[in-house]
């Protein structure tokens, strides 16, 4: 198992600290560089700036995303680090050299079940760190550094003033659920903010149906609810131009499990219109997930299809 060890901004950690939410946002200020250095599930830690030089808390690594300040605080509000939009873009524009337009994108690693150590269970710096690093680094529990760093994250966990929220179980530690890798997408307990910014990176950032791009009218949506059993998983999660969102909750639409648009004769029964929405009825999703474990699961299009849909 890989372990990512980031250098963390401490107002983020004094605000979530305070928060114990069941995901976070960890942003760079600039998406260019990206992030590939973890399997889903993995652990990523923070490591506190100068001048602490110590392993203050973690989660575990979901996915990395590009996105708008806007959709990053729509997704994750204070989850983000901060108390409001504001405070989130002047801390981006304090470590961007370059003039920040009004929205601009960050690089957005999304981490489940965080988890954070007051002062007294900090963690010392692995005995390699380097001062010169400014991102982060990479080690293995394969190796005696790696895996006496993760023994000693393990620890601090099972100590009652470590601060955590909603934690279903730590990789690797007595649980039946996979350490880490793709399934971890799908039976992870994966937050809403996690949900909605995984689904449209998924999507392209483009309505499945229509293909529509323009991101302020793009939704998230569960096929089968998260409040009726529907897991928090992108297999069960279509990006939607919100007209359509809203048609498809209220069972005037569907996605049948051969991936095609299903209208509802109710639209025009019962509105006499629906024109711009029958054209779509019977075709093929536009858009779908390159990696096939992400694509919509049979068994949640099977579930819209019977129970919420009204033909």
């Given amino acids: 198992m890989k372990l990512f060890v980031g250098l963390t901004d401490h ?14 946002n960890f942003w760079f200020p600039s998406p260019r560089i ?40 729509q997704a994750f509000g204070e989850r983000n680090g901060a108390s409001d939009a504001i405070t989130l873009l002047e801390r981006i524009r304090r470590y961007r050299s370059q003039e920040v337009s009004p929205d601009p994108e960050i690089g957005c690693v999304l ?10 269970l900090w963690i010392p710096a692995p005995a390699d760190w380097s001062r010169e690093i400014v991102r982060g680094k990479t080690y293995s529990t394969e190796e005696a550094i790696g895996a006496d760093l993760w023994n000693e994250v393990v620890a601090r966990l099972a100590d009652p003033r470590a601060i955590t929220g909603p934690m279903a179980s730590v990789p690797g530690q007595g649980t039946t659920a996979p350490a880490y890798g793709a399934e971890y997408l799908t039976r992870g307990r994966l937050g809403q903010g996690t949900f909605r910014l995984a689904v449209l990176d998924a999507y392209q950032t483009r309505c499945a149906v229509t293909g ?26 279509l ?23 299903r209208v509802s004769q109710r639209l025009r029964t019962e509105f006499n219109n629906g024109v711009d929405y029958y054209r779509f009825d019977g075709k093929g999703l536009r858009v779908l997930p390159d990696r096939l474990h992400e694509r919509p699961a049979r068994e949640y299009l099977e579930w819209h299809s019977d129970v919420v849909f009204r033909p």
Avoid at 41 to 62: N, Q, R, S, T, W
């Fill in 111 to 120: 981490l489940n079940e965080p988890f954070f150590f007051p002062e007294e």
């Fill in 239 to 261: 990006a939607l131009r919100a007209d359509i969102h809203r048609l498809f909750d209220l069972g005037y639409v569907t996605v049948d499990p051969q991936l095609r648009f």
């Fill in 34 to 73: 990206g992030f590939g250095a973890l399997e889903p599930g993995e652990p990523f830690l923070f490591k506190a700036k100068a001048p602490h030089h110590a392993i203050i808390g973690g989660g575990f690594f979901v996915r990395y995303v590009r996105v708008s300040v806007s959709l990053a605080w």
């Fill in 11 to 24: 107002d983020w950690y004094r605000h979530l600290r305070k928060l114990a939410p069941d995901e976070v």
């Fill in 212 to 237: 529509e791009r323009v991101r302020p009218v793009l939704e998230a949506a569960h096929i089968r609810p998260f409040a009726k059993q529907g897991p928090n998983a992108v297999s069960n999660g």
